[in-house]
C-alpha cells in the first residue's frame, strides 16, 4: 500500500502495455516501382527505326507497418515521489520534453537495451488518459533524435515502450520504459563486435569526408561528389533484405536499400560540416528514407536511393542528379512525407545543371543543348555517354516527343556501327543515356 500527501491510502495497481512502435522505411517493394524491370536498350541503326519503347511501369503501392501490437506484461510495484504538475499533451511540455530527450540520449550513448523514463513520471503527474499522448510525445522525441544522428545506425528506428498505471480514482501513470529495436544483422551483435562494426563505419565515414574536402571545399561539389561516390559503390539490394538497411551494410558490404543510402549521405555530410537530416516517407506509398540538406540557410531535397539505377551498371558510367538539391514540389511528385515534421523546401536549387549551363528554358534551346552536348560526347573512347538537361519551360516535351528530338541528333553520330539508347523525364530532367556496339560487344 502507498500513502499519498494527504494522507490517504491508495492502492497500486500496475498495469502493463507492450507498444511496438514503427518509424524505419522498409522500402519493400521498390525496386520495380522506382526502376523498373531489367531494361533493354533500345538500338538504331543507320538503316533502321527506333524500337518501341516499353510502357511505363505501374507502381503497386503497400501498406507500411504502423499498428501497435499490443500484450500484457507482468511487474511488481515500485512507489512515486511527489510529482510536481499534472501535464496534458494538448499542449506543449517543453520541460517533460527535455528531460525525456536527455534520458533517451544517454540510454543510447550507453547502448542501453532498455532505457528507463520513470523519473519522468515521478515529477510529472500523467493521467492515464493521457498515456497515448506521452507514447506519441515521446515517440516523436525519439524519432527527431534517430534523423538527427545517424550513428545509431544500427537500430531501426523502432521501439517496445513498457508503462505501469497507479490506481486510484483518476489513476496516473507510474512508469516507463522503452526498448530500441536493431536491425536482424545487428540485434545479435555482442558490445565488442557491435563496437568494432561502428568503428569500421566510422573509419570508412572520415576517410571519405577527408578525401571530399581535399578535392573541393565547396560544400555543393561536396555534396554531389559524395552522392556520385555512394552510387558508383554502393548496389541497391534487389533481395528487400531488411537486416541490410542501414549504413554499416552499405559502407562496409557495399548493399543496402533506402535508408542505409541516407544514413551514408547523412554521416559523410555531417563529418564535411554540412547540416544533412534523414527524412522518412513513403513513394509512391511505399515506405522510403532520403534526406535534406541546409545550405545557406535554405534546406533541400537530396534522393541518392532515387539516383542510383538498379540493375547497377558500369561504376565508371557516368552518374545521374535528378535528385539533388530539389524542392518540395518537385519531390511531391514521386514523394510523401509530413511536412509539418521536417523543413520546408521551398526552391528548386537543381544547382548541378545551373552551375554547368546544362539547362533549356524553351524547345529550341532543349534541342540546342541536345546537339551541343551529343557533340561532345566521347564515345570512342567510353562507348557510353549521358545528357543531363534541366528543362525550366512550361512546354516541357512528352517522353516520346523527347525521344524523338534525341533520336534527330544522335543520327549524327551514325556510321556503320549501331547505336543504343534510352531517354526519359526525371524530375524536370531530360535524362538521356547511349551506348553503341563495338565490334561484336555493346559498349
Same mark, same amino acid.
Given at each position: 500500500?502507498?500513502?499519498?500527501?494527504?494522507?490517504?491510502?491508495?492502492?497500486?495497481?500496475?498495469?502493463?502495455?507492450?507498444?511496438?512502435?514503427?518509424?524505419?522505411?522498409?522500402?519493400?517493394?521498390?525496386?520495380?516501382?522506382?526502376?523498373?524491370?531489367?531494361?533493354?536498350?533500345?538500338?538504331?541503326?543507320?538503316?533502321?527505326?527506333?524500337?518501341?519503347?516499353?510502357?511505363?511501369?505501374?507502381?503497386?503501392?503497400?501498406?507500411?507497418?504502423?499498428?501497435?501490437?499490443?500484450?500484457?506484461?507482468?511487474?511488481?510495484?515500485?512507489?512515486?515521489?511527489?510529482?510536481?504538475?499534472?501535464?496534458?499533451?494538448?499542449?506543449?511540455?517543453?520541460?517533460?520534453?527535455?528531460?525525456?530527450? =536527455? !534520458? &533517451?540520449?544517454?540510454?543510447?550513448?550507453?547502448?542501453?537495451?532498455?532505457? $528507463?523514463?520513470?523519473? %519522468?513520471?515521478? *515529477?510529472?503527474?500523467?493521467?492515464?488518459?493521457?498515456?497515448?499522448?506521452?507514447?506519441?510525445?515521446?515517440?516523436?522525441?525519439?524519432?527527431?533524435?534517430?534523423?538527427?544522428?545517424?550513428?545509431?545506425?544500427?537500430?531501426?528506428?523502432?521501439?517496445?515502450?513498457?508503462?505501469?498505471?497507479?490506481?486510484?480514482?483518476?489513476?496516473?501513470?507510474?512508469?516507463?520504459?522503452?526498448?530500441?529495436?536493431?536491425?536482424?544483422?545487428?540485434?545479435?551483435?555482442?558490445?565488442?563486435?557491435?563496437?568494432?562494426?561502428?568503428?569500421?563505419?566510422?573509419?570508412?565515414?572520415?576517410?571519405?569526408?577527408?578525401?571530399?574536402?581535399?578535392?573541393?571545399?565547396?560544400?555543393?561539389?561536396?555534396?554531389?561528389?559524395?552522392?556520385?561516390?555512394?552510387?558508383?559503390?554502393?548496389?541497391?539490394?534487389?533481395?528487400?533484405?531488411?537486416?541490410?538497411?542501414?549504413?554499416?551494410? =552499405? !559502407? &562496409?558490404?557495399?548493399?543496402?536499400?533506402?535508408?542505409?543510402?541516407?544514413? $551514408?549521405?547523412?554521416? %559523410?555530410?555531417? *563529418?564535411?560540416?554540412?547540416?544533412?537530416?534523414?527524412?522518412?516517407?513513403?513513394?509512391?506509398?511505399?515506405?522510403?528514407?532520403?534526406?535534406?540538406?541546409?545550405?545557406?540557410?535554405?534546406?533541400?531535397?537530396?534522393?541518392?536511393?532515387?539516383?542510383?539505377?538498379?540493375?547497377?551498371?558500369?561504376?565508371?558510367?557516368?552518374?545521374?542528379?535528378?535528385?539533388?538539391?530539389?524542392?518540395?514540389?518537385?519531390?511531391?511528385?514521386?514523394?510523401?512525407?509530413?511536412?509539418?515534421?521536417?523543413?520546408?523546401?521551398?526552391?528548386?536549387?537543381?544547382?548541378?545543371?545551373?552551375?554547368?549551363?546544362?539547362?533549356?528554358?524553351?524547345?529550341?534551346?532543349?534541342?540546342?543543348?541536345?546537339?551541343?552536348?551529343?557533340?561532345?560526347?566521347?564515345?570512342?573512347?567510353?562507348?557510353?555517354?549521358?545528357?543531363?538537361?534541366?528543362?525550366?519551360?512550361?512546354?516541357?516535351?512528352?517522353?516520346?516527343?523527347?525521344?524523338?528530338?534525341?533520336?534527330?541528333?544522335?543520327?549524327?553520330?551514325?556510321?556503320?556501327?549501331?547505336?543504343?539508347?534510352?531517354?526519359?523525364?526525371?524530375?524536370?530532367?531530360?535524362?538521356?543515356?547511349?551506348?553503341?556496339?563495338?565490334?561484336?560487344?555493346?559498349?
Amino acid at each position: 500500500m502507498l500513502i499519498n500527501q494527504t494522507g490517504h491510502k491508495r492502492t497500486a495497481f500496475l498495469a502493463g502495455l507492450l507498444l511496438t512502435l514503427f518509424m524505419l522505411s522498409s522500402c519493400s517493394g521498390l525496386t520495380e516501382d522506382l526502376f523498373g524491370p531489367d531494361w533493354t536498350w533500345p538500338s538504331l541503326s543507320t538503316a533502321g527505326q527506333p524500337a518501341t519503347l516499353l510502357p511505363d511501369q505501374t507502381s503497386t503501392a503497400v501498406e507500411t507497418a504502423a499498428t501497435a501490437s499490443i500484450s500484457t506484461r507482468a511487474s511488481s510495484s515500485s512507489g512515486l515521489s511527489g510529482a510536481t504538475a499534472t501535464l496534458d499533451f494538448i499542449r506543449e511540455t517543453p520541460a517533460f520534453d527535455e528531460q525525456v530527450k =536527455a !534520458l &533517451l540520449l544517454a540510454g543510447l550513448e550507453d547502448r542501453a537495451r532498455s532505457i $528507463s523514463l520513470d523519473q %519522468v513520471f515521478h *515529477a510529472w503527474q500523467v493521467p492515464e488518459k493521457q498515456v497515448q499522448g506521452a507514447i506519441d510525445r515521446i515517440y516523436n522525441l525519439f524519432s527527431e533524435i534517430y534523423h538527427r544522428q545517424p550513428r545509431f545506425f544500427y537500430l531501426n528506428g523502432s521501439f517496445q515502450i513498457y508503462y505501469s498505471v497507479l490506481r486510484d480514482g483518476d489513476s496516473e501513470i507510474a512508469g516507463m520504459r522503452i526498448e530500441p529495436a536493431y536491425w536482424s544483422s545487428t540485434e545479435a551483435l555482442g558490445d565488442a563486435a557491435l563496437s568494432d562494426m561502428i568503428s569500421q563505419v566510422d573509419s570508412v565515414v572520415h576517410e571519405l569526408a577527408s578525401q571530399i574536402a581535399r578535392q573541393t571545399a565547396d560544400p555543393y561539389e561536396q555534396l554531389v561528389l559524395l552522392q556520385e561516390w555512394l552510387v558508383r559503390h554502393i548496389t541497391y539490394d534487389a533481395t528487400e533484405d531488411q537486416g541490410t538497411n542501414h549504413a554499416g551494410s =552499405a !559502407l &562496409l558490404q557495399g548493399v543496402t536499400l533506402c535508408q542505409g543510402y541516407a544514413q $551514408s549521405f547523412q554521416l %559523410v555530410g555531417q *563529418a564535411l560540416g554540412h547540416d544533412v537530416r534523414l527524412i522518412s516517407g513513403e513513394a509512391d506509398g511505399i515506405g522510403h528514407a532520403w534526406n535534406q540538406v541546409v545550405l545557406q540557410g535554405t534546406a533541400y531535397h537530396v534522393d541518392v536511393t532515387f539516383d542510383d539505377p538498379t540493375p547497377d551498371e558500369d561504376p565508371q558510367r557516368p552518374v545521374r542528379h535528378a535528385h539533388m538539391f530539389r524542392s518540395d514540389e518537385v519531390f511531391a511528385q514521386t514523394h510523401q512525407w509530413d511536412r509539418s515534421a521536417f523543413l520546408p523546401c521551398p526552391y528548386d536549387g537543381a544547382f548541378f545543371y545551373h552551375r554547368q549551363n546544362l539547362v533549356a528554358a524553351d524547345r529550341d534551346a532543349l534541342q540546342k543543348q541536345l546537339r551541343s552536348t551529343i557533340a561532345s560526347l566521347d564515345l570512342e573512347t567510353t562507348g557510353y555517354g549521358q545528357v543531363e538537361l534541366l528543362y525550366t519551360g512550361l512546354d516541357a516535351p512528352g517522353k516520346n516527343e523527347l525521344e524523338t528530338l534525341f533520336v534527330a541528333e544522335l543520327r549524327g553520330l551514325l556510321d556503320a556501327r549501331k547505336v543504343y539508347y534510352r531517354a526519359d523525364w526525371v524530375k524536370q530532367v531530360a535524362m538521356m543515356q547511349v551506348s553503341y556496339e563495338h565490334g561484336n560487344a555493346i559498349r
